[in-house]
């Protein structure tokens, strides 16, 4: 398994981009360039990466200045753009046919790098951690430690066949699938181990910054048209309802979001941005009320059309709106919209904001598959108390090995387990002071 790197607290950083003029009128600006299908983006700097369902070389659409201009990146394939997220030092994507690709700043000079072998349905970027999560289609939930370059199973495999939605905030973690009955999965230790939470239909979830975890359930049956928004403050195991503005219903009552399609959900203190499809809600008093705040959006119907993807950047908020089965195009209304938080009500200085991701915790080992014995090459940022934990893969730790207080810089230290351990896969937990990575290790007859 790819690191996993636990931070020490949350620190904050207003992103320092080029001024954008924004509309007197208070209402939703689409910034898509006309006659494309829009079907994910990505915001890294100024710089915009959207995935685009054309084909014919035109799977990714740049903008190098916040939407005001477009332009196609280098021709990768032929195949339709799926999904795409920004790292702290470029893109990542994945195209249909499980092909993926890394990108630098600008969003050119792309790469085909090992993907998860998996059509990917999301990403999710935790920006706290620099982990990267990506649910797939073939019902599991992959994550990343060096920004796309490897990939490795997480313990989450969905009984439900896909993975559509992800929201990781350090140690926790939530993801499911908004297809009726599927399961919404819960994390508390980084992915080793996942709980079902019980809550079906679920098409996003969202980990608070005080830990409060938020679920926004997709029902396509229901006694009335609202859908029902969730919160549990004791980490998962018990949830109540917060009250919410009805929103619009469609065949039998029920309010679904369109199916491998993710909804938008924010928190941010007391405030609560929810939208089941492409009407958006605001609640600035803990979910006791709530505001519509759809202006101009386009309004394709319920089930119709859902907010795939959501950005805080700088002091706006950009959101993009896709049908049901990502072939409307941008001249109808679909696509990527803009708009300043402070018309949504939000102090823009408060939540305009990306976590800081802590210098990173180097980890190496080889050989790998390894027989009688394997070298750990550890890159410290700072100095600090390192610890190397094996575990197997049922979560049971099999060595613990305290190697004391070492300074920064390269180390190379002996995996001290590997003579004594049988064959099969393990993880390696290596703990720096307060960094922590994950490698998994397969010890070979």
Not at 151 to 164: H, M, N, R
Request: charged share 15%.
């Amino acid at each position: 398994m790819t690191g996993l790197l636990r931070p020490v607290t949350s620190l904050f950083v207003i992103l320092a981009l080029a001024a954008v003029i924004h509309p007197a009128s208070a209402q939703w600006v689409n910034i898509s360039e006309p006659g494309r299908t829009y079907t994910d983006f990505a915001v890294h700097g100024s710089t915009i990466v959207v995935t685009n369902k054309g084909g014919g070389g035109e799977a990714l659409i740049t903008s190098p200045n916040l939407g005001q201009t477009w332009t196609f990146t280098t021709p990768l394939t032929t195949r339709d753009g799926r999904a795409v997220a920004a790292t702290s030092t470029g893109f990542v994507t994945n195209l249909a046919g499980q092909v993926n690709y890394t990108a630098s700043a600008a969003g050119n000079d792309w790469s085909d790098v090992p993907g998860p072998g998996s059509n990917v349905t999301t990403f999710f970027r935790d920006g706290e951690t620099g982990r990267l999560y990506a649910g797939t289609q073939s019902a599991n939930l992959l994550t990343s430690a060096d920004e796309g370059a490897t990939w490795s199973p997480t313990s989450l495999v969905s009984l439900d066949g896909e993975i559509t939605w992800v929201h990781a905030r350090r140690d926790t973690i939530l993801a499911g699938y908004n297809q009726f009955g599927g399961d919404t999965f819960l994390s508390t230790d980084g992915g080793l181990t996942f709980i079902d939470t019980g809550l079906s239909s679920a098409a996003a979830g969202f980990v608070a910054e005080n830990n409060d975890l938020y679920v926004l359930m997709s029902p396509f049956v229901s006694p009335t048209a609202s859908a029902v928004l969730k919160r549990s403050t004791d980490g998962g195991q018990t949830w109540s309802d917060v009250t919410i503005a009805p929103s619009r219903g469609g065949i039998f009552g029920g309010q679904a979001t369109p199916l491998r399609q993710q909804s938008l959900l924010f928190v941010s203190g007391q405030s609560i941005m929810y939208a089941p499809n492409d009407r958006i809600y605001v609640s600035h008093d803990g979910g006791a009320s709530f505001t519509e705040m759809s202006e101009n959006l386009v309004d394709a119907g319920a089930r119709d059309s859902a907010i795939r993807r959501w950005q805080i950047v700088g002091d706006d908020m950009y959101v993009l709106v896709v049908d049901n089965d990502d072939e409307a195009p941008t001249s109808a209304g679909f696509g990527l919209y803009r708009r300043p938080l402070t018309e949504l009500g939000f102090d823009a200085t408060s939540v305009s904001t990306q976590e800081i991701t802590l210098p990173q915790l180097g980890v190496a080992l080889w050989p790998n598959p390894v027989r009688d014995r394997a070298t750990l090459r550890l890159d410290l940022p700072a100095p600090g108390i390192v610890t190397v934990t094996t575990w197997d893969l049922l979560g049971r730790e099999v060595s613990r090995a305290a190697l004391g207080s070492l300074p920064a810089g390269s180390h190379d230290v002996d995996w001290a387990a590997a003579p004594t351990l049988g064959t099969g896969m393990y993880v390696i937990e290596i703990r720096a002071g307060e960094r922590r990575v994950l490698r998994t290790v397969v010890k070979a007859e």
